[in-house]
């Protein structure tokens, strides 16, 4: 027999009740340290009785509540008359204390009528969001009113227009959905959206390695095209090769994680092959930054401009919908007219595209063409999207990084080449 059915449920409620309230009450008392404990209507002690209080109300009638509704009411009143003192007194209109005051009061009935992963996240919450206020006023003044209606687009797109759409084909000529092409756009636009947001807020000033890590999650094209154009006008030499391998390392986890959401057979068939051509790009930028050569601000500071280019413009959304669309048309016909070599082939020209719209097209696509084809023809278009990446690097980087360069990207590409090779004779 287990300890936990040798301790009666009642004691651990009671337990749990107390060491969440001291834990808050302690929060609160850390925070407010340095200032004068008189303008305080209390806290450790004071949360920990706030929340035994709770308890104590919440047993006395578990089935109205009516106690504890009210001692709700009475703690409600006394905060609110502390409050407006501390108003009158001090001129201080800071409302946190209370209401955490309140919500401890409520950790009763979440231990008694919740599932403990609910109560422990509601205690973290509290927590982090008591002890993240320097954070947020940072994020508020770096965010324009521009940011929140990008979070409106994103929320219009992913939760009012997304179920709406008919799960229909088009038309014969057109064997996509509605709801299909607009999922597409809301989980490639996340992605890049969650990249953006990371880069802008969290890693501000990243260096130019952050640069090729958030940046591949957003677009490795994209991102090779900024890194090796400011590298030309910049000092960051190895380390923009460096940089622009990990960018391509990161195209292959992001097409996972496409896969697995829209795919999950195709994703588990992928999984070997792109963590070892991961593993490569990193293998590669780790070589390629041995040569520890330090990058100039201004070059950094021109990256991260770049980099936070907002990805949910309603341009880029419509030019993403139309080529899913071609794509859709295009595969099949190519798959009607052509079988499954077909497209495989396609895919090596769709490399030197946009191949997400491509890609997004196979992985939904339900009629016709195997799980392994579809595999293999987005292997296949990542390898023709790295030969476009090098042509791109070579091309607007500085001369000197060039040979490297083209080592580099000629041990990914015949490396994927190979692993397409083997895939296609498993």
Request: aromatic letters at 10%; charged letters at 10%; one cysteine or more.
């Amino acid at each position: 027999m287990s300890i936990q059915h040798l301790i009666p449920d009642e004691f651990i409620r009671f337990l749990l009740v107390l060491v969440f309230s001291l834990i808050i009450g302690l929060e609160q008392r850390r925070h407010h340290i340095a200032e004068n404990e008189e303008l305080l209507f209390g806290t450790d002690r004071t949360f920990t009785f706030i929340g035994l209080l709770g308890y104590v109300l919440f047993i006395a009638d578990p089935k109205s509540y009516l106690p504890f509704l009210s001692g709700f009411v009475i703690i409600g009143l006394l905060l609110a008359i502390q409050y407006f003192q501390k108003i009158s007194q001090h001129n201080n209109y800071g409302l946190t204390s209370s209401i955490l005051a309140l919500l401890t009061y409520c950790l009763p009935i979440m231990v008694f009528t919740q599932p403990a992963w609910l109560l422990l996240s509601f205690v973290v919450v509290i927590l982090i969001l008591t002890e993240l206020k320097s954070h947020l006023i940072s994020i508020s003044k770096k965010a324009s009113e521009e940011e929140f209606i990008t979070l409106a687009k994103f929320i219009a797109l992913a939760g009012v227009i997304l179920p709406l759409l008919p799960d229909q084909p088009i038309s014969d000529q057109i064997p996509i959905s509605p709801y299909n092409l607009w999922l597409a756009i809301v989980v490639v636009s996340g992605i890049s959206y969650i990249s953006y947001l990371l880069k802008k807020f969290v890693f501000p000033d990243s260096g130019i390695m952050l640069t090729g890590i958030l940046g591949g999650l957003y677009s490795s094209t994209a991102t090779t095209v900024i890194i090796a154009r400011r590298q030309k006008v910049g000092s960051s030499g190895a380390k923009a090769i460096s940089a622009i391998m990990v960018a391509n390392g990161m195209m292959y986890l992001r097409i996972l994680v496409l896969a697995f959401l829209f795919n999950g057979a195709i994703a588990t068939a992928l999984i070997i092959p792109f963590l070892i051509l991961f593993a490569i790009c990193i293998i590669l930028s780790k070589l390629s930054g041995k040569h520890d050569d330090s990058i100039s601000p201004s070059s950094a500071d021109d990256m991260n401009t770049a980099g936070n280019k907002n990805p949910l413009e309603l341009k880029t959304a419509v030019i993403f919908g139309l080529l899913f669309v071609f794509f859709a048309i295009v595969t099949e016909y190519v798959m009607k007219t052509y079988g499954t070599s077909g497209v495989t082939s396609l895919a090596f020209i769709v490399g030197i595209t946009d191949i997400d719209p491509f890609l997004l097209n196979l992985l939904q696509h339900t009629g016709g063409i195997t799980e392994t084809t579809v595999a293999l023809a987005i292997i296949n278009a990542t390898n023709s999207n790295n030969i476009l990446k090098m042509i791109y690097a070579i091309t607007l980087s500085s001369k000197d990084l060039n040979r490297n360069l083209i080592v580099n990207f000629s041990i990914l590409i015949i490396s994927g080449l190979a692993v397409s090779l083997l895939f296609y004779l498993m």
